[in-house]
């Protein structure tokens, strides 16, 4: 099995080892705890890219869910996407996680930092016809459910 980007409770939300998607959250959520800079302006955090490519990402949940399934339906060689059939812009993520996180501050892109691929998305057509998989959680459920799990640990 051949999964996207992961994301979920749980994930590695390190500043220097973590995903995009935790990286965000965790820079979102811990910069409105801050409130105001020192200088009295709103809080801002930094964003790599230009926000131009898009990634595919899947809930843990749903991984899970399609590593039994293959499990117990799938027995042949190919190599088999698990995804979750839906792409999005940096860009975009980074405002739907600032709007989930209630983070209102300013948004500071980095374009002197790489973009990284242009797009990330799988075909995971052969996961719905082998052993019928299909990612069951909306992107904004998953992102919520990931934002609150971050909210409720200590740090």
Do not use: M
Not at 74 to 86: D, T
């Amino acid at each position: 099995l051949l999964p996207v980007n992961l994301y979920g409770p749980g994930d590695n939300f390190d500043s220097e080892s973590s995903h995009v998607i935790p990286a965000l959250i965790k820079k979102c959520v811990d910069a409105q705890r801050r409130g105001l800079s020192p200088q009295g302006t709103v809080p801002e955090i930094l964003v790599w890219g230009t926000g131009k490519p898009t990634r595919e990402f899947l809930y843990v949940e749903d991984a899970a869910e399609a590593i039994i399934l293959a499990t117990e339906k799938y027995n042949k060689s190919e190599p088999v996407n698990i995804g979750a059939g839906f792409e999005i812009s940096i860009k975009n993520l980074v405002k739907l996680i600032a709007k989930l996180t209630g983070f209102k501050g300013k948004i500071i892109w980095d374009k002197t930092k790489p973009d990284g691929q242009p797009r990330r998305c799988l075909d995971t057509s052969r996961a719905a016809k082998e052993f019928g998989f299909k990612a069951k959680t909306k992107f904004e459920e998953g992102l919520a459910r990931t934002i609150e799990w971050y909210k409720g640990i200590k740090h």
